[in-house]
């Protein structure tokens, strides 16, 4: 039975060549040149010949072999205008490539934007495979680390990684959580109602995250999100109370609320960093008596995002 490949370390093996190549300078990413160059230069027989944009209704992005598998296509919509989409969406196509083509069975990759949680085990595990792929090629921990080691994080300060990497807000803020000790949740919202959240590990751990089914949940009044007014200080983040946005947190939890209101596109990114719970857990413990949670609450409700 042939091994399951790794996805990440599929990218890294491919941000070494590069590094050693091109130097550490060497970003963004020519993806669509590299899935050409590399795929051709490691599988001769069966490379991808060609990546374009074109029509795609219902779809981000697709990989497609011709009729005896010799040539493979990337296609992703030309309809899409932002240069950070395009780029993640190849370098997904390509992930699929590497990871995914010679499963048995598999033929063509067609790739949306729909929220896959009632998608088939395999299929599901599939599209987070080669979303790892392509975040971890396009934003290569080790230098995203580099970026942001010296500064207070905020949106001004991911937004000249979102131009390093040639990567989307919504990818590099996520990249950013996967990363980051602190208690982190980005909150994707549209017409007063949450979309998306991701959240950090320690946020996950101390409840900091959403749990999404069939109902909707509404941007809580209060909150940065909710202002119909820009704020100069948005991008820097508000300090709001943490109750606002997580109810069970400590009355004088302090939260910092960072937006970036998206007129294209119609959503609000908001950007929620919270102090470490331990403090106050150490605070309630005494003088209320209250038994920590911590441990109590799992990875549930995340949501993936391109």
């Known amino acids: 039975m042939t091994e399951p490949k790794r996805p990440m370390a599929e990218a890294n093996g491919i941000s070494a060549l590069l590094d050693q190549v091109l130097g550490p300078e060497r970003f963004p990413v020519k993806v669509a040149e590299l899935a050409l160059e590399y795929s051709q230069q490691r599988f001769p027989k069966s490379p991808i010949t060609k990546v374009h944009g074109a029509a795609l209704p219902c779809l981000e992005g697709m990989l497609k072999p011709n009729k005896d598998r010799t040539r493979w296509l990337i296609v992703y919509d030309a309809a899409v205008t932002s240069p950070g989409r395009i780029q993640f969406t190849i370098a ?9 083509r010679e499963l048995p069975g598999q033929g063509e990759f067609l790739c949306s934007t729909e929220d896959t949680a009632g998608w088939s085990g395999g299929a599901r595990a599939m599209e987070n495979d080669a979303d790892k792929f392509a975040a971890t090629l396009l934003m290569p921990f080790d230098d995203f680390r580099r ?9 001004d300060v991911l937004s000249a990684c979102a131009d390093r990497y040639g990567a989307s807000m919504q990818a590099v803020i996520r990249r ?3 990363f980051t000790p602190e208690r982190a949740v980005m ?20 409840g900091a995250f959403f749990r999404f089914g069939r109902q909707t949940i509404p941007i809580p009044e209060g909150s940065l999100a909710s202002s119909p007014m820009r704020s100069a ?10 109750r606002i946005w997580f109810p069970k947190e400590p009355d004088d939890m302090p939260l910092r609320e960072m937006r970036i209101v998206s007129d294209q596109y119609d959503f609000v990114i908001s950007l929620l960093v ?3 719970r331990k403090p106050w857990e150490t605070r309630e413990e005494e003088d209320e008596g209250l038994e920590s949670t911590i441990d109590r609450f799992e990875r549930y409700g995340q949501r993936p995002i391109r």
Not at 190 to 197: A, E, H, K, N, V
Request: aromatic share 12%; net charge negative; hydrophobic share 40%.
């Open 274 to 276: 919270m102090p470490d």
């Open 187 to 206: 909150v994707v919202s549209r017409s007063g109602f949450i979309q998306w959240s991701w959240s950090s590990q320690t946020a996950l751990k101390t």
């Open 176 to 178: 950013w959580i996967e």
């Open 233 to 242: 200080d948005e991008r820097e983040g508000v300090t709001i109370s943490a």
């Open 92 to 100: 997904h196509e390509f992930g699929h490539y590497l990871l995914h």
């Open 147 to 155: 970026q942001v080691a010296s500064a207070t994080v905020d949106l």
